[in-house]
């Protein structure tokens, strides 16, 4: 975790080849910014399906979001999530 105030919450996310985040809900909504280019193996409620990210190219997601992420690459993957309160 780098900041966690009243306005967000910003962690960065390093996890091996085959780690998880864990299964969990997503309070806020929020930006992901990815530091690595690959793929993420995403279980979520109604099944598991891949997301290509690519470094630098930011995105976004409501708050509500349930899954699992899981780093389906050969190498460590990186991100900073960035959940948006209020």
């Given at each position: 975790?780098?900041?966690?105030?009243?306005?967000?919450?910003?962690?960065?996310?390093?996890?091996?080849p085959?780690?998880?985040?864990?299964y969990?809900?997503?309070?806020?909504?929020?930006?992901?910014?990815?530091?690595?280019?690959?793929?993420?193996?995403?279980?979520?409620?109604?099944?598991?399906?891949?997301?290509?990210?690519?470094?630098?190219?930011?995105?976004?997601?409501?708050?509500?979001?349930?899954?699992?992420?899981?780093?389906?690459?050969?190498?460590?993957f990186?991100?900073?999530?960035?959940?948006?309160?209020?």
């Open positions: 975790m780098q900041i966690d105030n009243e306005f967000v919450r910003v962690t960065e996310w390093r996890f091996p085959g780690a998880a985040t864990g969990h809900r997503h309070e806020y909504r929020y930006v992901v910014v990815p530091m690595t280019t690959g793929k993420l193996l995403l279980e979520e409620t109604d099944g598991k399906r891949y997301a290509q990210l690519t470094s630098g190219q930011s995105y976004t997601r409501p708050a509500g979001v349930e899954h699992d992420v899981i780093n389906a690459n050969e190498l460590a990186v991100f900073v999530e960035i959940e948006i309160k209020g």
